[in-house]
């Protein structure tokens, strides 16, 4: 995850680049819809995490790392509380969307280049941070799309974000 | 899909952009390699394609877009033939990898607004169209995890991708 320096002219805008990961989150929340509330907290395949457990990681890192990067702050990473209910982390994950804006809205684009000790421990260019959160959230959808799919349920298209 | 305008300082160069695909394109290479032969072509979940179907299908994207994007041809999609072997798949990705390279130089920033018709029928900003490869490759790359999981087989580290 090392950078280079821009050698040519940038192509992705910081509001792109949300409106991007807004159209990602939109999809991730239905995925989370489509689960049946016990296999949202019990199915695995293969001794993996629950689609609850791997929520909460999602859950965990995107507002609480853009807050911390927001406020130049290298807090330590929060193990999650876990909801106990499927309409609870959606509660939270759209509470989470505004504080994605919020702290988004913070973090002006000359940051983005800059080296951050995210949670104390990923040091990396802020934008590499925020490419590996929305990449994380990508590869773990992809995983709960297996898990509805092993349900017999059909995942949304892949296609829709809003 | 849509694009917004430009109205922040952009955030990500071309340079960037093809050097995180393709640390992107070293973790799916590592996770094809990491199935056995027969599980590639024969392992499913829940009734989805096997890795070497899902495999297939990035091969036949990434080359071939970018090809079509730098020429501004509107070639429809072709199925691709499906190689036979596991080694057959690894050799056809390292030569994906030249062609991406080739193709990406050809694409000058200032396209990548403009809209484009892939395979004669994805109309979106080049942009959009090569975000959308690159999530579509995290996406199923996500599926060949779980599989490998449920085959018994640690995937590799999503973080390693050089």
Redesign the interface.
Known sequence: ?E??A????????????L??YF??RFLTRRTIELFPEKEFFEFS????RTAAQLANELLSIAGPALKAIANSDDVPYIEPSVPASKAEYLKKWDEADEEIKTYWAQIP??R?PEMFNLFGQYNFPI??NV??FI??E??????M????????IEPPF??E?W
């Open positions: 995850m950078t280079t821009t050698t040519t002219m940038p192509i992705i805008s910081k509001d792109e680049l409106k991007h159209g990602h395949i293969g001794g993996m684009e000359e983005f934008l590499h490419l590996y990449d994380n990508i590869h773990h959808r992809g995983q799309f297996v898990y509805l799919r092993a349900l017999n892949f296609w974000r």
